[in-house]
């Protein structure tokens, strides 16, 4: 059973999600930190072994792509990505990718390709205005996590004889509202931000 606080921090663009690696998925990530040793004065009790820090790529870089892609194992996904800077100070940006696999371990007690497989949706919005003094910003952020979980095998091989397989599940929802700017001479940062997150993680010896 997880302890009340874990002993490694996680922040997703400054949202606390800490127990909840799962849901971190890389997609459209400008920056990952890795902080070793305790970071109790960012985190307090969260992050007494360590810290992991998530940054999702800037508001207002421009972007404008669509990507697909396949691999072996039934492997394929989509992912688009859609940046503007406007010139009135009003930035916006989403980020929305599926990905799909039906993994690498065959069971043979169940005939099946798939028990280990990894289904991921992974959608980020955020709209920013700012002037020179300024800058508000309001994000959004949903997150499906839909995988199989089925990996242990007596002779430590791809095939599992599990009759009941297990799942990693996890599903995100999120959002915050930032406001970053100057009060006398100091640079100021304000955020509010909220997750609701539910997990269940079972597995078959």
Do not use: C
């Amino acid at each position: 059973v997880e302890p009340m606080n874990p002993s490694v921090g996680i922040l997703l663009d400054g949202i606390d999600i800490s127990g909840a690696g799962g849901a971190l998925t890389l997609f459209d990530i400008q920056q990952l930190e890795v902080l070793r040793g305790p970071q109790g004065t960012i985190m307090g009790a969260n992050a007494l072994a360590g810290l992991i820090n998530l940054r999702s790529a800037a508001t207002d870089i421009p972007v404008g792509e669509i990507l697909i892609g396949a691999e072996q194992f039934g492997g394929h996904r989509i992912s688009s990505r859609f940046g503007r800077a406007a010139s009135n100070g009003w930035s916006g940006r989403l980020a929305v990718q599926k990905y799909y696999s039906d993994g690498f371990v065959k069971n043979s007690w169940l005939n099946r390709e798939d028990t280990n497989s990894r289904s991921e949706l992974t959608s980020r919005g955020s709209v920013k205005w700012s002037d020179s003094d300024n800058a508000i910003e309001g994000s959004v952020y949903f997150t499906r996590i839909n995988n199989g979980y089925d990996a242990f095998s007596l002779d430590n091989t791809r095939y599992t004889l599990s009759d009941h397989p297990g799942e990693d599940d996890l599903t995100l929802r999120a959002g915050r509202v930032v406001w970053l700017g100057r009060l006398g001479a100091y640079s100021s940062l304000v955020q509010l931000s909220h997750a609701q997150i539910s997990t269940n993680y079972s597995y078959d010896e």
